[in-house]
């Protein structure tokens, strides 16, 4: 077994090896792979990558960013990003800019507590570095205001002393946004540093894996055994990348060397392959009925043999619909696409991503239902108005009458059903979702909807189209685009990697979510809007079949 160190710094932020002199520590130490995490720039990431060529170890591009969370320092490391990127290039210079005010202030500050220092020195004595407050206790040590780095932090720099200044606040959901991206891996640097203890560090880490952090450092050179257990843990509880490395600075922190710390530290080589694996797996998430699906409700041996080639490659296929999981999983027998024991596999999210569900072992991975409460009144409301609706228990449509829009319905969808109106009689537990019907006159529906949004209850709840004829209603927490993102989270699959197509309004949250939006040739033109890309074929000419070609397949542009 190889190892790796996923955490080091250059003489570009604060270490003292430059970019190559690392990479040649590196094979010295036998390591299999290096990441170099310099402070808030990547000005060594250039020079690191070509130095790195036909030399025996994989370098990987990376930055440690400092943020401020509940007035403590947090830092974020990001793996694998494109640091030419525009739009990380564009934030990086504003995150910079954040770090050159701290700067200027904390002198004064440190000017008035009677040391002569100004920023402008500091970057005399460390040309060309982002100065942290590791250049600090080195200027104070080296004019004897102070005898080690420890005093320096206890008397002066650390977050707690009255002379530092916290940046102007960025904060870690920003540059795990930010790190998402540039194609990144956004990763919780070192937790046991910030001294939240168990409870607050778990609501740090679940407010931030809802921001859409992929990994944790469960490996570091301070950790003691136990802490290192733990940390494992807390991967495991928010379903996290473990990740790690020394977080090595050269002389600066004396005694704490690359690849093993301060001498326990091993981070093992199969950490980088859960973590690559994230990069490279790709997944598609397609709408049923008039994007999937053809006008006969089933799709072409074409089709389904590149549905099964995308599979056979390790990625996933995804049924995203507003029906019910038991309708879906009928289609799904229908389709005849799952077809031997492969790497990727297929899921859905049924009435509008409200329910996540594993096709293969028939697990819930997620869902969000509407209140009981809620769910009476909006079918009180339809009732009112003289307009169809129904709801659905695990089994059964749950209609409030037999009449022409449940015959409509019913064409395409062959659940049973049973007639009711009073929910709390009729269903075992909260629904889904709700689902209104006009046939003949879409105006009602639009009344219908503006009378929801208006409620007491409208900021709970979502309204959309799926097709000319039918109004949903879900829980907020629900819908296509949310599915997408909390799928491809519980998965590993980096957002970077999802397509998504459909035709109806239901499906923008998730064509806008995915990293390739696309909506049907025969899609609603506020779906084409929204979409990076147009399909030249219809659901009824292969369509999705281009998509897997062009976006998933790569055989064709």
């Known amino acids: 077994m190889g190892f790796v160190d996923l955490h080091t710094h250059s003489c570009c932020s604060d270490g003292t090896l430059t970019p190559g ?6 094979i010295e130490k036998g390591l299999d792979a290096l990441a170099l995490t310099d402070h808030d720039t990547v000005d060594g990431l250039d020079e690191l990558m070509e130095y790195a060529k036909g030399k025996p170890v994989e370098v990987i591009p990376g930055i440690e960013y400092s943020t401020e969370y509940n007035n403590r320092d947090v830092h974020i490391v990001g793996l694998y990003i494109d640091h030419k990127a525009p739009v990380f290039l564009e934030y990086l210079t504003r995150f910079q800019q954040s770090r050159t005010d701290r700067n200027y202030k904390l002198c004064a500050n440190l000017r008035g507590a009677g040391i002569d220092i100004t920023y402008e020195a500091l970057l005399e004595a460390n040309p060309g570095a982002v100065i942290t407050r590791a250049h600090y206790a080195a200027y104070l040590m080296d004019k004897g205001y102070v005898k080690s780095r420890n005093e320096a932090f206890e008397r002066y720099l650390g977050d707690n002393t009255p002379y530092f200044v916290h940046r102007e606040k960025v904060t870690p959901e920003e540059v795990i946004g930010v790190t998402l991206k540039a194609g990144g891996i956004p990763i919780l640097a070192h937790p046991t540093l910030y001294k939240l203890g168990h409870e607050q560090l778990d609501v740090l880490v679940s407010r931030l894996k809802k921001a859409g952090l992929m990994g944790i450092e469960c490996y570091y050179s301070t950790y003691s055994p136990a802490e290192e257990r733990q940390m494992k843990a807390l991967a495991e509880k928010f379903n996290l990348l473990p990740s790690g490395g020394s977080d090595f600075h050269g002389a600066n922190k004396p005694g704490l060397d690359l690849a093993t710390g301060y001498g326990k530290l091993c981070v093992p080589d199969d950490v980088l392959a859960g973590l690559k694996k994230s990069l ?29 080639e995308m599979l056979a490659a390790g990625n996933h296929f995804v049924l995203a619909s507003g029906r019910a999981v038991s309708s879906i999983l009928d289609v799904l027998e229908a389709l005849d696409i799952q077809g031997g024991d492969t790497e990727g596999k297929i899921y859905m999210t049924a009435y509008n991503g409200a329910v996540i569900y594993d096709c293969t072992d028939g697990s819930v991975i997620e869902q969000y239902d509407v209140p009981v409460p809620t769910a009476q009144a909006i079918f009180d409301m339809a009732l009112k108005k003289g307009v169809h609706i129904q709801t659905y228990t695990d089994t059964h449509i749950v209609s409030c009458a037999e009449d022409e829009e449940l015959a409509f319905y019913k064409k395409a969808i062959m659940s049973p059903y049973k007639i009711g109106t009073d929910l ?54 629900a819908g296509k685009g949310n599915a997408l993102r909390n799928l491809c989270s519980a998965l590993h699959v980096h957002i970077k990697n999802s397509v998504a197509a459909g035709d109806e309004e239901n499906d923008i949250t998730m064509i806008e979510a995915a990293a390739v939006g696309v909506c049907m040739a025969n899609g609603r033109p506020a779906v084409k809007e929204c979409a990076d890309v147009i399909t030249a074929q219809d659901n009824d000419h292969d369509g999705i079949a281009e998509v897997i070609d062009r976006f998933i397949l790569k055989h064709g542009q």
């Open 424 to 477: 709390e009689k009729e269903l075992a537990h909260a629904p889904f979702k709700l689902l209104a019907i006009d046939i003949n006159d879409r105006s009602r529906l639009e009344e219908l909807r503006r009378e929801v949004e208006a409620s007491d209850f409208a900021e709970d709840i979502t309204c959309a189209f799926s097709n000319a004829y039918y109004l949903e209603f879900y829980n907020k927490k």
């Open 280 to 308: 490279h797996t790709k997944i598609l998430f397609t709408d049923l009925d008039d994007t999937l699906l053809n006008s006969q409700k089933t799709i072409s041996e074409h089709t389904r043999k590149k549905i099964r």
């Open 21 to 26: 002199g690392l990479v040649d520590y590196a």
